[in-house]
């Protein structure tokens, strides 16, 4: 007889303990340790005997292999993030928060596949197939033939789409609804997580089907349940925004099949997500024209330029430690930029509360986001308003210095294609640009420079 093995399962990282303790010592969180049935047995060794291995056919890395084949979604923005469509037998992890619209992103992209004739099973274990229906008559997709069914058994879900022809696209909505036979934990736990995953994704490999998992995300922002299912996947998107605006981010955070630093641009609509093709026009769309506080930062997402509005607000404390709050960039590289400022430009910053925000909701990850930060700062805190018609880009080094970034002419030539008439640079950038820029550069080798020419 297998006994079956119980034991205290982290819900955070997924680590098994054999007693309960309050810390778990894999991930550092409190309280995250629950009784389960891993499924993991014993077995007698009399079993074990009979089962031998067997020999398989080892290949040659130089063997002949077609290209990956890829599936286009019909949304060109997804495709972007996926890296060019989805890949047979592939699976795919969507996180994002409740609310952010992955269901709505998945009903069109399904609708599409479906209307261009494709099979695309959509499954969801947390609406009746009544609601998915509503949802996509508001989206106008009634008319796609998609294949709905309302379900949690990953077992008949397996069974039912393994009749027919092979589906081209399947979505499980969401991961942690499913549940399998063959362990004992409740839905939802890191172990029913975890294997109704494996089942879903073996049926995928198998089958050839393209799978994509929704996945819910904790209050920190990881996607819930154990991060072996995210090394299970094949890619990873994480789908973003701020709840308060319509722009929402798709960004690959791991991709077996292509890059991972572009990102996907949609407007949340009252007919479902837009694509959005020139996110600098919509990033710009709104922007607060001669407030002191504002800069324009040329930013590289992947391999499109995107223009956004850094916003700074800096303002006389009433705490003994003043306050910074940073929304959209890194709260240590704002750290390190008002350090700079203070320690090698004699900007006074230590009496001051420091508010940052990044327009759009957009998350930037570039250090070539230094020097627009710092325009923004001083301007804020010196009250000058900054040349509505400039853009800024460069890293700044802990000695102040303006060092140069990547892809200087790609920057300057989307700047000037939106109207802008200038640039702040690094100095050393001058070298990158071949011929014309078609706007005035305005070079700085050190930040103290850039705060002497705004105040
Ligand atoms: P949904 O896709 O259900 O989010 P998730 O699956 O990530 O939880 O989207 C829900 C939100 O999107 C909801 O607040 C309403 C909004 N929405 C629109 O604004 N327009 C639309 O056409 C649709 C379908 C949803
Ligand atoms: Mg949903």
Same mark, same amino acid.
């Given at each position: ?58 290949? !040659? ?70 609601? +998915? ?15 709905? $069914? $309302? ?6 879900? +397996?069974? !039912? ?8 696209? @399947? ?18 736990? @890191? ?104 800069? %324009? ?10 223009? +956004? ?37 004699? +900007? ?19 250090? $070539? ?35 140069? %970034? ?50």
């Amino acid at each position: 007889m297998a006994k079956s093995a119980l034991s205290f399962v982290c819900q955070n990282c997924g680590a098994a303990y054999n007693r309960w303790q309050g810390k778990c010592e894999s991930c550092g969180e409190w309280n995250t340790l629950a009784e389960e049935d891993t499924g993991a047995t014993t077995m007698p060794a009399s079993i074990r005997s009979r089962r031998k291995g067997r020999p398989f056919a080892l290949e !040659t890395l130089t063997g002949k292999t077609q290209d990956a084949p890829r599936l286009s979604s019909g949304m060109t923005e997804l495709d972007r993030v996926t890296g060019g469509g989805f890949v047979r037998g592939s699976v795919l992890l969507v996180g994002g928060d409740p609310g952010i619209g992955k269901s709505t992103l998945l009903t069109q992209a399904t609708s599409l596949l479906a209307r261009a004739g494709h099979r695309a099973v959509y499954i969801s274990g947390e609406e009746a197939v009544a609601q +998915v229906r509503l949802r996509a008559e508001r989206l106008g997709l009634a008319d796609a033939p998609v294949q709905l $069914a $309302a379900q949690t058994s990953v077992e008949d879900i +397996v069974a !039912t789409l393994s009749e027919g022809t092979v589906p081209r696209l @399947v979505v499980i909505d969401s991961i942690q609804t499913m549940w399998t036979d063959t362990v004992e934990s409740a839905p939802g736990t @890191v172990t029913q997580v975890r294997a109704s995953a494996q089942a879903l994704i073996r049926f995928a490999k198998k089958s050839g089907a393209a799978l994509i998992l929704v996945g819910h995300v904790t209050k920190d922002g990881q996607i819930a349940g154990p991060r072996v299912v995210e090394h299970m996947v094949d890619a990873v998107l994480s789908f973003e925004g701020e709840g308060s605006q319509q722009f929402r981010i798709l960004r690959a955070v791991k991709n077996r099949f292509g890059p991972t630093d572009e990102i996907g641009v949609f407007e949340m609509t009252g007919l479902g997500l837009r694509e959005v093709s020139n996110p600098s026009e919509l990033f710009l769309s709104e922007r607060d024209l001669g407030s002191p506080g504002t800069a %324009v930062f040329a930013g590289i997402e992947g391999t499109r330029p995107v223009l +956004v509005e850094l916003q700074a607000l800096v303002a006389p404390t009433a705490l003994g430690t003043p306050r910074r709050a940073v929304v959209g960039w890194d709260s240590n590289r704002l750290s390190m930029v008002l350090a700079v400022l203070e320690a090698h430009c004699g +900007v006074k910053l230590s009496g001051y509360d420091v508010y940052f925000n990044v327009a759009g909701g957009l998350r930037i990850n570039e250090p $070539a986001a230094d020097l627009a930060a710092a325009a923004a700062l001083v301007s804020s805190l010196t009250n000058a308003q900054l040349p509505t018609d400039a853009v800024y880009f460069g890293e700044i080094s802990l000695s102040g210095a303006v060092r140069p %970034v990547a892809q200087t002419s790609a920057r300057l030539k989307e700047a000037a294609k939106l109207g802008f008439g200038r640039a702040v640079l690094p100095e050393s950038a001058r070298g990158d640009i071949g011929g014309d820029a078609g706007l005035s550069l305005n070079t700085v080798a050190g930040l103290t420079t850039l705060v002497a020419d705004i105040a």
